[in-house]
């Protein structure tokens, strides 16, 4: 008999924890609750559940923060962040400390029961071990979600290796913005392309040696991205 996929739900609305547990639980989860982000990474700690339902707004310590922490540890953790409209909350900031999905309170039980789902079939779906690969002088290492360059590690979460992995694999051609978005986001949450055009700047500053002359993600004007190797490397 297949376990029940376990997830962890942080949330400080009591009435809205016990009704995202009865929702979820019908789905044939198991969940765990935690009513602060103290608690949450404390149950994080003692079990890596691969589903979080996270509140961005909570007592103690905030979602944006435990996500990113969450993130770090996890590379392949599902994270699925909550707002309440009204709060002042950057979707794209959301994603980039690390977030799958994200949704607006309140929300619709059938809509929230779909984004579950999708995640619960992405976490299930272990990636094929892969090996390290080169972009320019940075050695990409997709196993431990980290990038190399002469010895100072970076590391990356699963959307910017993503990013990283698919310009790679169509080195020298351009890497449309409905490919990036296909397949760094996914088709169950996609952003603008200012969105992406921000991801791809911040990805920048972290990985290029000069960001404002980048050797690894080039811009192709109108068209989207890409990767050029160097004239004499590997």
Known sequence: MTAAPRLLIAEDDPALREGLRDLLEMEGFSCRLAADGAEA?????????????????MPGRDGLSLCREIRKAAPLTQILMLSA?????????????????????????????????????????????????????????????????????????????????????????????????DEAWGR?????????????????????REPQNPRIIRTARGLGYLYLRPHGGE
């Open 41 to 57: 990474w404390a149950a994080f700690a003692e079990e890596r559940f691969p589903l979080v339902v996270l509140d961005v707004v």
């Open 188 to 208: 169950d949450h996609l952003p603008n392309s200012r969105a992406l055009d921000q991801y791809v700047s911040a990805l920048r500053a972290k990985i290029e």
């Open 85 to 181: 409209r009204g709060e002042s909350f950057d979707k794209a900031l959301g994603l980039e400390f690390g977030a799958d999905d994200y949704m607006a309170k309140p929300f619709d039980p059938a809509e929230l029961r779909a984004r579950v789902g999708a995640m619960a079939r992405r976490a299930a779906c272990a990636p094929p071990a892969e090996a390290a690969f080169l972009m320019d002088d940075l050695r990409v290492d997709p196993a431990a979600f980290v990038a190399i360059r002469e010895g100072r590690r970076i590391e990356l979460t699963r959307r910017e290796l993503a990013v990283l992995r698919l310009l790679h694999r169509h080195e020298g051609r351009p890497v449309d913005r409905d490919a990036l978005l």
